[in-house]
C-alpha cells in the first residue's frame, strides 16, 4: 500500500512541475509589433487569428509566437485581459 502510495505522489509532483513549464519566446517573436489601432493595419495582409491557451504568466509569449508561426508581424489585439488573448495576426511591410 505505502508503495501504491509514493508512486501516486510522484506521478501527481512530476504533473504539477511538466505544467508550470514557462513558455520561451520563438526567434524574432519579440519584434513582433501589437496594436489596438486598426489604421496601423489597414494597409497590411491578415494571415490568421490567434488566441492564447497559456497560464497568465504566459499569454504575451503564446499569442506572440503563434503571430509569428503565422507569419506575421503586427498583432492587432481583440480581446485583452491581463496581456493580450486573442487577436488578428497581420503581415505588414
Not at 492564447?52 to 509569449?61: H, Q, R
Request: aromatic share 2%; hydrophobic share 45%; charged share 15%.
Amino acid at each position: 500500500m505505502k508503495r501504491i502510495v509514493g508512486a501516486l505522489v510522484v506521478v501527481a509532483i512530476g504533473g504539477v512541475v511538466s505544467g508550470c513549464a514557462a513558455l520561451v519566446l520563438a526567434p524574432g517573436a519579440e519584434q513582433i509589433k501589437e496594436t489596438q489601432l486598426a489604421a496601423d493595419v489597414a494597409g497590411c495582409h491578415a494571415v490568421g487569428n490567434v488566441k492564447s491557451e497559456a497560464g497568465p504568466v504566459d499569454l504575451d509569449t503564446d499569442i506572440r509566437n503563434k503571430t509569428l508561426g503565422l507569419g506575421g508581424n503586427v498583432l492587432f489585439i481583440t480581446t485583452k485581459v491581463g496581456p493580450p488573448s486573442e487577436g488578428v495576426a497581420y503581415r505588414c511591410n
